[in-house]
């Protein structure tokens, strides 16, 4: 992606963002196809995914037992639709945890985002009102994680920091010290591209060049 290829608004953006004498190695936006996201596997999802078989299991005996609800008889759905409520509950909180059901969600609005590489940065840009600029020098850059699909594509994990338990585990016993979400760039058409440009010119030898 070039800069000619974005709107007026977001060339903008750039401008204003880029120091001076700072130049522009690499840009380019998050695709949800193109993302290796990890299936969901916190310990609060785990007891979620318990208590949604639970309450499945509810509903079978108890339809077994007292039968499909009938016209005029509320005893039925009386029973039935507390039953129903940590179901619904557990699919509407899952759906909204990053990751979703499958793993293939976004850490953040697609159409609202662009990623920078720079001469002496990596830069996430998330618009919106306030818009939202995230900043990684060379210093934070030494442990890249990139979780690649077979077709090249993929993510790129240029760090980590505490977070929640909604958004991943490190593992251990204490779940709450262990949360931590990642930072980095996502859904990228050719990680490994992305990574050597990040290598080349920020690093060496692991080591940050500026």
């Excluded at 070039?2 to 204003?16: A, F, G, N, Y």
């Excluded at 993510?155 to 979400?181: Q, V």
């Excluded at 990574?195 to 060049?209: A, F, K, N, S, T």
């Amino acid at each position: 992606m070039s800069m000619d290829e974005l709107s007026e608004k977001w060339q903008q953006r750039v401008r204003e963002e880029l120091d001076p004498e700072e130049q522009v190695l690499w840009m380019g936006g998050p695709d949800p196809e193109k993302t290796a996201g990890r299936p969901l596997s916190t310990p609060a999802v785990r007891v979620g995914l318990v208590a949604l078989i639970v309450e499945i299991i509810w509903l079978v005996l108890t339809l077994q037992f007292i039968g499909p609800p009938q016209p005029g008889d509320p005893l039925t759905l009386f029973i039935l639709v507390p039953a129903l409520l940590p179901v619904i509950a557990f699919l509407v909180l899952a759906a909204w945890m990053p990751g979703g059901l499958t793993g293939r969600r976004l850490p953040h609005r697609a159409s609202h985002t662009l990623y920078l590489v720079t001469n002496r940065r990596v830069v996430i840009l998330e618009g919106g009102r306030p818009m939202r600029v995230r900043s990684l020098a060379p210093a934070l850059l030494t442990n890249l994680v990139r979780r690649q699909r077979p077709d090249g594509s993929g993510d790129l994990i240029l760090t980590r920091e505490p977070g929640t338990l909604s958004e991943g585990w490190a593992g251990g016993s204490n779940w709450a010290a262990y949360a931590w979400r990642e930072v980095g760039l996502f859904g990228l058409a050719d990680a490994r591209a992305v990574e050597r440009v990040i290598r080349q010119h920020l690093l060496q030898d692991g080591q940050p060049l500026v």
